[in-house]
């Protein structure tokens, strides 16, 4: 038990952080000893997310009341914004420990960028600059060397499977690339807002945030990263009346290649990953098949228009693109089988 | 009672036949006198659907046991194929009926379209020329002189109204459509398959049909009479776990216009249609806004990259996609007002 | 047009006023001249409730500047407590305005009652003792003459429907009555709270107010009034993963019938009545069956313990449980044919 | 590796075979060696069920090509009837594997009520005095020394762990036991069957077999045994929309004692079981809490009727309620840590 990483929640009342309570309870190295949460504070978890019932976890308390000294890593589900100076006061608390950042906050490197998108000026800018972005599978060795990682949107996580490797082996036109994204209603957090009431929500469909999402310059900023170039995408996020789940169709003009050479390169360029699995062609991605899960199911479609192809990549929002990957990256930092705590297969049905 | 138009169903043990019921049953000028169904021939239709326990219908029967010639109009909800020749025989056996066709059957012009996407040659190409393509808003004169009319398929309905106005205009670059396609689960049908029971199909998402689904020849044959042009598209359907309703998020490549000229278009285009709204912008169309109505709702938005644009489409895929529309072409082909019998508003939440 | 009847509708941003007026937008009797909504005057109500967007509707005002005097009725989607004085208001500025409320301000006719389980001192006895519990199929007459109707909960239409015949013939124990509701998510209003957002209440079944719901007293009121005594029943309600739609399972004990006998019972109550259906030996109700509409449907069962009996009975909370019961209220108060503006068929699937 | 017990699945094509399925391939002590389907032999597991892609996975065979001596323990999960020849053949093959029967085979021990309920002779009389019922909690020991487990129904799960500790100590009156129990639609399987396709079962509600459920004589047999007495309970379900979960509420007379003395019971039922929780006064048992995972929520609340109480009680059917249970016995019957691979905590949201 003494050699179990001590871990922490900031923001353990939302559902990201609940989502990492839940796998890091039963992960073999990790022991849950601090959870946060603001207006919680004082409660039980159990009072919180009553699905809990079962494990005995520490109880909720305000951010300023942990001794952060004592912990080994923490993960930050807070709502954008807070998050820098609260990371920044518990690393001046702690230099040593790991912090994985579930938040937005340390995401964009251009600080122009973040101040146009969040609104004001970045308040952390010498931390953005230590910052890795933890998309594993393409930062696995910086990630691993890190003390901050930036875990990335759910949205980009499932864009950026899709399409840096095309984009990287200059396979796709990555000016002329259209993201439709769909999302389960979990995206939006546990804040109460009427759009997510189960009578409004429910039997329903409705696009939001065209052109204006916030997760845009964050797939911009790493096809950019991939091409060599800057980079502006369509992307066009939708509200699907199901929990948990994401899946992004990609629609893209090929450069002198075939779908099928698409489907090649993302094959090659995931074949040693243990949680992206790239479709045999016909396969159809569905987010039915990741959720609750850390995988992602990536396929390739062949268009009726020439010279154009699909690219379906699916994930559940909670885990791959949120706290699963979160943990995945906390695995790498720690030394740990990348893999530990985060092997649950898909709850199907 | 005497002045109600006698009206028929074939195929009323479908989900189109039955919204079919659902609406005619309340139309001031219908009586719905024969209800037809293969295998549930001799049950009673509430056995068949029990939301019908306050109605007085006749039995279902097998449609050969009909009597055509005391019957005003037909609408037939069967499966392509099957219709062509029942449709025949209903015409041999009462030439002046009205026909409005809910399957796919006689919606494509091109016989060779028709034999490349359903797998066989057209078995009433005689009456296939006489069809008309019951999209009420563009032909509404030619179903209003019509004896048989095709009512178009859900998608092509929500892809056509949202784009045919654009090309028509030459606002839109038509050779670079992208229609991004989502549907409710009763657009499968009543047919006992696996991925439409509810544990397959809810908490989930699934692109299907992904560059070969058949409403595309549909969707191309009348954009391109539009664009004057033969036309390709990209579209790509998926299915959502909601029972009802349709929502087509379409990109299109500007002529050197602004997103705000084709919502203008698109206003000019609707501005006397009674069942055709087009949102003020900002507003965003949704699902929820039209279920179980004949209301359809066009949004227009900017898109990131220049020069493009997303128009967003939405219907009830049961009603303005399917049952409804033949009923408001069959009030134009009566020379009722076209909104009798369809005015219910949308049942939110 | 002059002659349609002049409605307001006070509280108009919730669900229950929003199935007023979706039903009363196409009552071919009323007009609706008046909006009132606290949090929410000035918006138009499309704003509030995008699926009206092709009605023309007033403007949302404060309740306030309503000119009471210009109206015929009024209906009040008011919370409980609010509404009392509001009603009270308005009666002294128009004695004449029938007014048809559907919060639960005046369905208990007992004060102490009403303070045990309200939590204060009724605020408007007199007009209490004048109110008629709004119940049509058991009030028609004295609905008919009066000037203030308190429409019962959606829980106890349920109940009572399926339960006062037989209490009042004598047909079943009234002392032991278990009553095991279900309702779908829009039962708990349009307000924000975390157990109705789309990601706690869907995919999940919690019971509430276990023992201590308030529609209990409504229920147990009228069940002693048709037993002619005093009644303490269990009712215990669940949440449902839907929005529309309710069941009561009521479990009762047989006073030397039988359980056809029951049926026949209630067979011979409803014969006449257009919205009450009793199912078919062996047919089961469904709320499928009556969503969006105004029907109910109640079916007997055998029970596998001797001397007891099942009756089951759903209906839509929002219509006949609301809104709709409402219409049909002030249809009879106005001499309308009591079916005007409610024929609307369920909405399946 | 080689240490691992060898695992065998009859039925892996349903959704019960394919629960175990999904925690057997990550249970530590346990190799799936074999996968049998009648309809899909041929077929890889992933062409079935897709969300097992990340798996390296036996191909499905017809049962009769499966070399049983090389296996420790099967699972099987056809439906009723097909099971008791098949697990004969099996045992004669290998005398000393372990059978969790999922199925409804060896449940009764009396020949006379199976054949009443499944209309047909029991076709292997002697394996049924042979198996032992498994619900973990009550049969422990006989369990860890059987070699044929007859796993409970989800329903009886559910309902005996709230009612069997109550009867046996004879505070509630087992003569007068109404259990309303409600399930997911995972519940009838992944037959092809309309009323489970998602426009039936979706956004709506249903009670079936109401008085002739096959699980009823199950919960008698059992809560006889603790009563010692032949016991007839009220067993009513109900289809609710959602995948998994099932919740009883159970209608109970008190024997003199208080609805805290049959929780306090409960909790000393159930004080070392590791899946068995009693909630605490005032906090609510909901599927949600166990979406998922082996646990189980029981929770006692007072009735408005006196001297009467309410005990609720929640699973998941396919978990606790089928696969998970199985499971549980596996591990007393090799030995291993019982809640070896059953400790996911509940997917939630």
Chains 1, 2, 3, 4 share one sequence.
Not at 181 to 204: M, P, W, Y
Not at 236 to 254: D, F, N
Request: include cysteine.
């Amino acid at each position: 038990m003494s050699s179990k990483k001590k871990i922490g929640i900031l923001g353990a009342s939302g559902y990201t952080g609940a989502d990492a309570v839940r796998l890091l309870a039963r992960h073999p190295n990790a022991e849950i000893t601090a959870l946060t949460a603001n207006t919680h504070a004082g409660k039980a978890m159990d009072e919180v997310f009553p699905h809990f019932f079962m494990l005995d976890l520490p109880k909720l308390v305000e951010w300023e009341k942990v001794d952060w000294s004592k912990l080994d890593a923490v993960f930050c589900g807070l709502p954008h914004g807070a998050t820098q100076e609260i990371i920044a006061a518990v690393l001046a608390a702690n230099p040593k420990i790991k912090i994985l950042d579930m938040s937005a906050d340390f995401r964009l490197r251009d600080m122009n960028t973040y101040a146009q998108w969040y609104g004001h000026e970045h308040r952390a800018p010498k931390l953005q600059g230590e910052a890795v972005y933890g998309l594993t599978e393409f930062y696995r060795e910086k990630i691993a060397a890190a003390r901050l990682v930036a875990c990335p949107g759910c949205y980009p996580t499932a864009a950026l499977l899709a399409l840096v490797p095309l984009a990287k082996a200059k396979l796709i036109d990555v000016d002329d690339i259209v993201i439709d994204a769909k999302s389960g209603v979990t995206g939006a957090g546990r804040g109460l807002k009427q759009n997510t009431l189960f009578s409004e929500a429910g039997e329903g469909l409705s696009p939001y945030s065209v052109g204006t999402h916030r997760h845009s310059p964050e797939i911009e900023q790493e096809i950019g990263v991939a091409a060599g170039s800057n980079v502006t995408v369509n992307f066009t996020p939708h509200l699907i009346p199901m929990s948990r789940g994401e899946l992004c169709t990609s629609y893209v003009k090929l450069n002198g290649v075939s779908p099928d050479d698409l489907r090649a390169a993302l094959a090659a360029a995931y074949k040693d990953e243990p949680f992206v699995h790239v479709a045999k062609k016909g396969v159809m991605p569905q987010t039915q098949n990741v959720r609750g899960s850390n995988y992602v199911q990536v396929g390739v479609f062949a268009d009726r228009i020439k010279n154009r192809a699909i690219v379906i990549s699916v994930l559940d929002n909670l885990v791959k693109g949120s706290a699963g990957q979160a943990i995945q990256n906390m695995n790498l930092m720690f030394g740990l089988p990348e893999t530990a705590g985060l092997e649950q297969i898909a709850l199907f049905p």
